[in-house]
């Protein structure tokens, strides 16, 4: 049913930018909230950003300041612009989807996208 493509990721200098882009597809009546997390080698998963269907967003304290998370309805897809890379943000980005479906609720993760920072 529901699909979500990640695509943005990269390699990049301690400084730098990306913007990861997360496309959903399929049939999704009522969207709860949908975010972004990352998981490095040998660590937990992590929330990153998150943003609910009212537009209400939360980031994670170690990128308050740096990155931004947005969407556009229209084309269902939504984004984490990421300023002033760290090297401890080196990492699989990851897009998740909270969602409900004729009165149940399901939780769905796209493949992930590598990010890198680094010299």
């Known amino acids: 049913q529901v699909q979500l493509v990640e695509s943005g990721g990269g390699l990049v200098q301690p400084g730098g930018s990306l913007r990861l882009s997360c496309a959903a597809s399929?049939?999704?009546?009522?969207?709860?909230?949908m975010g972004w997390y990352r998981q490095a080698p040998g660590k937990q998963r992590e929330l990153v950003a998150t943003i609910t269907s009212g537009g209400r967003t939360n980031y994670a304290d170690s990128v308050k300041g740096r990155f931004t998370i947005s969407r556009d309805n229209a084309k269902n897809t939504m984004y984490l612009q990421m300023n002033s890379l760290k090297p401890e943000d080196t990492a699989v980005y990851l897009c998740?989807?909270?969602?409900?479906?004729?009165?149940?609720?399901?939780?769905?993760w796209g493949q992930g996208t590598q990010v890198t920072v680094s010299s």
């Open positions: 998740n989807l909270d969602y409900m479906f004729r009165g149940l609720g399901y939780n769905h």
């Open positions: 399929g049939s999704v009546f009522s969207i709860n909230a």
